[in-house]
């Protein structure tokens, strides 16, 4: 791994952990609600796999799940959109990205995702891997729009599958979906908090 990126993660994973253990009181709108260390580790080896050049992420909050992204893409010139409407997270962001040293890697949207999404869309934008992470009402809407976007052989992942158990009707309407479509294979890995894993076989 990048050495800069390894350092940013390093300490972006310990102020995760401490939010999540409730050892640190944050507001509700500042928290960084990031994937688990295990979940970073894991995309970052499939898209070094597949190599990936081109990721959509909906839902950048501090930029923890961008910059595993940002070290699998680096060496191939990737370049990866990420999509957030709270301002103040895209600065803090920003910040670990220069100190990481991938802000040109990086093309932050500020804007409520399905708007942004649409834009995308009608600009015929193509994504090796899309990632959903946002507002968990709209992850359907999200993921029929990632779907369009997403080349053959690309992947989608879809965050927080099986936990926490609040979302667990969307997430179950999703999987429901997921099992009709034809043109994809799909499997929940049980990481972090349940990973939607969904390769698109054809159009
Ligand atoms: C779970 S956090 C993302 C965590 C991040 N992927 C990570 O692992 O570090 C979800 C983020 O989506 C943003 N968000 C929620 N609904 C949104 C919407 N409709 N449009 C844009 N951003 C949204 C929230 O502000 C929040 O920062």
Known sequence: MDSLIKNVISR?????????????DVPPEDRMLAIT??????????????????ILEIGLSTGY?????????????????????????ILRAKKNFQEAGVENFIDIRHGIALDILNGLLSENKQFDFVFLDADK?????????ALKMT????????????????????????????QQIPNVQSSTVKIG???????????
């Open 12 to 24: 972006l994973t310990q102020e995760a952990q401490k939010e999540r253990m409730r050892e640190v």
């Open 37 to 54: 260390q295990d979940t970073g580790e894991f995309f970052n080896i499939i898209l070094k796999a597949i190599k990936a050049k081109n």
């Open 65 to 89: 799940s961008t910059l595993w992204f940002c070290d699998a893409i680096k060496e191939n010139s990737g370049k990866i959109i990420t999509i957030e409407k709270n301002q103040n997270k």
């Open 137 to 145: 009402e709209n992850t359907m809407n999200y993921f029929e729009i």
């Open 151 to 178: 080349r053959i052989g690309g992947i989608i992942a879809i965050d927080n599958m099986t936990y926490p158990e609040k979302y667990r009707s969307e997430m179950s309407a999703i999987s429901d979906r997921i």
């Open 193 to 203: 908090n349940g990973e939607e894993i969904i390769l698109k076989l054809a159009d």
